[in-house]
C-alpha cells in the first residue's frame, strides 16, 4: 500500500472517525412491528425500476441483528455512527405514531452508547411513507408540516441521548433524481414537480430546525451532496456556461438558501419557466435560512462538465436498469458529462480525491458563516470477491478512503473547519436503483447468510483510527 499522509497525520483531538448507513438500505423488516410502506417500498413494485427486480423488505436485517453490527463498529474503533430513522416506520402512512418504530431507534441508540459511540441521527434519507406521495409526496406543501410533526415525535423519543440531528440527506436526490429524473423514488419525471419538492424540502429543513432548537436541541444541520462542476474546456465559453448551470443545480440552490436566505438569482433565471417562483411564498425563505450548528458534506466525485453533446468513444454509461430516465438537471437538460481520462468505481464514477480538498476550500471562501463541516459520506462501490481464506482484499477501497483521508488532512491544513469523517458505507447494502448489485460496505454482506466480513478496507480504516488514538 502507498504511504499516505492521513496515517501519520496529528488529527484534531475531537475530530470524528465515523461510518453511515441509511434506514430504507439496511434495516429490513419492511412490513413488520408496524411499519408500513415507503415510497421505495412502492417503487421497488414498479417494473424494471430495481435492478434484478429486487426489494428492501429484508435488506441486510439490521432491525434484527443491530447488536451485532454495533459490535462490529466497535471493533473498527469507530467514534461516530450516523444512521437515518424511517419515516414510514415512525408514523407509517403519515398517521400516528408508531412506538415499536421508535422503540427500535431507542435500542440502537442504548447499544451505541454502551459501546461508547456517538449517535449521529439522520431524519430523512428518503423513505417518505407512501400515502403521503399518494396526496403529493414533496410537491404538497403541507409534507413539510408533516416533517415537523414526525420529527417531534423521534426528539421526544430520542432527544435526552441523540445530541446531533440532521434534517435532510442529499435533498437533491429525492427531489431531483426522484421527481424529475425517474431514477429514484417516487420516480416521477416531472421538471416542475422536482423543483417543488426541493423548496418544500428546503421548508421542511427551516421549520424542523427552528422546532427542534425550541425544543432543546443542540447540534443541528443538514447534508448536502457537493460537487465540482469543472468546465470540459475552460476555454470555451459554452462549456464555462455548462459548468455554471450544474453548480447552480447542484450546488448553490441547496447552500444558498439554508446559509445566505436567498436563491441564486442565475438559477432562478435558467428555471423560470418551470413554476418555482410561484411556490415560494412570502416568509419561506426566512424560515429555511436558520442558523445551523453543522454541514453534512457528501462527496463522491468531480464532475466534469461541456455544453457540447458527448463525443465519439465515451465509456458507456453505468446504468442500473433499462428502464427510461430523463436528466435531472431541469433547465439545463442539454449538459452533458464527458469522461476524463480517471480511473473509475463500479458505478462508473470518477476518482479524483484532489476534488474534495477543491470543494471544501470553497465552502470556506464563499460562505462567511460556514459552520463546522463533517464528510458525512464519501466511498466507493467495487466488485468485491470473496477469497478461499474468507477475506476481501479490497485494495482499490483502501485506496481510495486513504486517498480522500489526505485531502480531508491538507484541507486542515489550509484552515478548514472539517470536524469529522464518515465512510460510506458500514455494510453492503440495498443500493437504491442498483439493488443488491453494488458494494460500497467496508463490511462484506453474505445476502443468502447475512453474515458479516470486515474488509480489508475496513481493516485499514481501523488502523488509521488506532493509530491517531495513540499519537492523541
Known sequence: MTHHLSQEFAWPKHFLFGSATAAAQIEGAGHLYGKEDSVWDAFARKQGAIAGGENLEVAVDHYHRYREDVQLMRELGLDSYRFSTSWARVVPGGRTVNEQGLDFYSRLVDELLENGILPWLTLYHWDLPQALEERGGWTNRETAYKFVEYAEAVYAKLGDRVQHWTTFNEPLCSSLIGYASGEHAPGRQEPEAALAAMHHQHLAHGLTTQRLRELGAKELGITLNLTNAVPNDPTDPVDLEAARRIDALWNRMYLDPILKGSYPQDLLEDVSHLGLAEVIQPGDLQIIHQPIDFLGVNHYHDDNVSGHPLPGGQPPAVVPTDSVKSSPFVGSEYVTFP????????????????????????LKKDYENLPALYITENGASYTDVLSEEG????????????????????????GVDVRGY???????????AWGYDK?????????????????????????LIASNRTMA
Open 339 to 362: 469522461a476524463r481520462d480517471l480511473p473509475r468505481t463500479a458505478m462508473g464514477w470518477e476518482v479524483n480525491p484532489q476534488g474534495l480538498r477543491v470543494l471544501l476550500n470553497r
Open 391 to 414: 477475506t476481501i482484499e479490497d485494495e482499490e477501497r483502501s485506496e481510495y478512503i486513504l486517498n480522500h483521508l489526505d485531502e480531508v488532512a491538507r484541507s486542515l491544513e489550509d
Open 422 to 432: 464518515f465512510v460510506w458505507s458500514l455494510l453492503d447494502n440495498f443500493e437504491w
Open 439 to 463: 458494494r460500497f460496505g467496508i463490511i462484506y454482506v453474505d445476502y443468502q447468510t447475512q453474515e458479516r466480513i470486515i474488509k480489508n478496507s475496513g481493516r485499514a480504516y481501523a488502523g
